[in-house]
């Protein structure tokens, strides 16, 4: 059984982590596994619609998981397609909306430095 009182205090340690602070863990997490900078670059720009200069620009400027996600330009509509599970929860049943993307995204990472191409990551 959980603790609503931790879970809420955890979603809200996430929510405020700077999104600059993790990026370079995704990096290196894909570059362990022989992937690139520039592949968690495309997972990033596909999943919120940043261009390259802007998806930069909130990696250097503090940016929040919250901001990151909150005022992505175009969310992308497929997805809702990610499904499976990242760290023991199914990422499809994350009902706080930043927390569901943030496992979106993990998931995503995840699959690219276990060697999945990108056309299936994208889920094109």
């Known amino acids: 059984m959980t603790d609503p009182d931790k879970a809420a205090k955890d979603a809200a340690r996430v929510r405020r982590m700077a999104f600059g602070g993790v990026y370079p863990l995704y990096v290196a997490k894909a570059e362990r596994k022989g ?5 968690v670059d495309a997972i990033l720009r596909w999943l919120t619609g ?38 023991g929860v199914r990422v499809e ?10 496992r979106r995204l993990d998931k995503l990472v995840d699959e690219l430095a276990k060697g999945r191409p990108m056309e299936k990551i994208l889920r094109s």
């Open 35 to 39: 992937r690139t900078k520039d592949e």
């Open 93 to 102: 049943e994350v009902a706080d909306p930043v927390l569901r993307e943030v």
């Open 50 to 87: 940043y261009d390259q200069a802007g998806l930069e620009r909130r990696v250097a400027d503090g940016t929040d998981f919250e901001a990151f996600f909150g005022e992505a330009p175009r969310p992308n509509p497929n997805a809702d397609r990610i499904t499976g599970v990242v760290c």
